[in-house]
């Protein structure tokens, strides 16, 4: 090592030298020797020669006047790879010395000849060449390291077979991970002293069913969820065929289902139906009568306002049918976001007139039925540009319908949007679901988002709005949100701001209004049960709670 280490001292020594020498390593210190007065390889150990862009540093035994070279060492010096070592071993050979004249061309004998082309770097060399013949031998199945004929590690990933090139033996090894962590947890699992489980079913890119599951258990005093695994439910996706899948897992993991205390899943009917839902099926397989179900309430949220837009069945059979006043809603909402949705042009003169009334720069949004949020986000930034004072969606069709450079058919749409949005009915209903979701549901909402959320507090919330709902749908009280109490006063004489509008029968619309809030009041009421567990659970541990009888005390 103290001999390699002084001849690459040699080399880098040669390389900042400006007077074109070589050095001569000895035994205590190194000398620097000019190349005319280059000693004899009978009494030199080791020497350098240069060839185009490589240097070679070989070790030389000398018998008689023959070279042998024992090991070479070449060292690339290119521009791209100058820090670039390849070991390379030559078998030894012999050849005469003609004079000392020629002793730099032939102190390297025995070495093979430089060439102009460059020296690929050894990595290079064995995924070209080394890693095919690897993949085919047995020990590629389970070694992930080898080492090549200098003794270098090479990298796992070169050798194992885990490469894009090779999915099974990354979907093997992958496997083998999940199956120790699985082991893991089941261990977690048998030790805790009460389980929970959640279910939700779902739906991959290629339509093939299956269900995921977590796992609630209890690990020193502290409650953790993790995820247990996925049923591939074949195609069947019935209550049936899931508790039979989910009971085989417990039985193949050695896990007692007795020890579970609660289910949570969403609110299909596959999981919550009364008498064919897993939950229900499952307490009879089981004859565990005790477990709790609790479904998930931001899908139960969602369900409330999807649901109260249908009108009430007169038989059971019968397929459900919206609401007329919905379905009018939500069709000029999406035809005002197609409008400036699929032109750059239109939407630059909406940005154009906000600028110029001085208000925020608004975009359209659409709606989306799996998003059960996105019917806020749309009403809002239509409310706020049809605002008396700030009309700026209302100008823009207006000024798009009056220009002459504009072709017929650019006018005539506008002109039908524009009628449309100035349907006494339209700006009714709008003004009326912006109060619903502003002042009441977007609450709600906004607390469900919560990693943390009390089941207390929840329901304090909701008992609370539910209350202003049934202010709104009580014939007897004229109370209603405050944007559809400015709108009706501002619009008595049939103006809205700068554009007339037609009045309609607003007896009407507000009987409308309040049909449909009184469904929004059953949905919650059925998707929204007090559970008196839940109620009990809260009572001992909700910080919250106990916070009401010292309230009430200092209030007395």
Known sequence: MNNLQLKLDVFWNKKKSSNNCVTHPTENEIHMLPSSSFPSLKTVEAQTRTCENEFIFSNEVTVGEE?????????????????????INEPSCNESLSSKNDQNKNSSVGVKECSNKKIKPVRSNHRTKYKPSWELLTDAQYKTYIFDHC?????????????????????????????VLHQ???????????????????????TEKSCIIDVHYVE?????TAYYGVINLDGDGSAGNIIKALTSMW???GLHPTDSCWLATDNAATFTDIHEGVIAKLKRHLSAEWLESTPCVAHSFALVGGEASYLQKSIHTQKPIRAESVVKLETTLT?????????????FRLKSWQAFMEMPEIKMKKIFDIRWSSISGCIKPIVDNVYPGSQAL??????????????????????????????????????????????????????MQHDNLSYFYLMETIAEKRKMLSC?????????????????????????????????????????????????????????????????????????????????????
């Open 67 to 87: 070279a042998e070279v024992e090991n070479g060492l070449v060292v690339r010096n290119d521009a791209e790879n100058e820090d670039e070592i390849k070991i």
């Open 151 to 179: 003794g270098v590690n090479l990298l796992p990933a070169e050798v194992s077979g885990v490469t894009y090139r090779n999915d099974t033996a990354a979907l093997c090894f992958l496997q083998h991970i999940a199956a």
């Open 184 to 206: 893991d947890l089941i261990e977690k699992i048998k030790n805790s002293t009460s389980l929970r489980w959640m279910l939700d079913e779902s739906t991959s890119r290629t």
């Open 220 to 224: 020193n005093y502290e409650a953790k």
């Open 251 to 253: 039985e193949k993991d």
């Open 335 to 347: 035809d005002i976001y197609n409008y400036f949705g699929r032109n750059s042009n239109r939407q």
């Open 394 to 447: 209302l100008t823009c069709l207006q000024q798009i319908m009056l220009d002459t450079n504009a072709s017929n058919t650019e006018r005539e749409n506008a002109k039908s949007l524009l009628n449309s949005i100035l349907e006494d009915e339209f700006l009714f209903l709008l003004h009326m679901h912006h109060d619903l979701h502003e002042i009441v549901l977007s609450s709600i909402t906004k607390i």
């Open 472 to 556: 709104w749908a009580s014939e007897s009280s004229s109370i209603m949100g405050p944007a559809l109490c400015d709108y009706i006063e501002s619009t008595e004489s049939g103006s809205f701001d700068g554009f007339k509008i037609k009045l309609g029968d607003r007896k009407k619309f507000r009987k409308d209004c309040r049909e449909h809030v009184e469904r929004l009041i059953q949905q919650l009421d059925k998707r929204f049960k007090p559970s008196i567990v839940q109620e009990s659970l809260s009572i001992l541990f909700d910080p919250q709670h106990c916070w009401i009888p010292l309230i009430m005390v200092d209030l007395n």
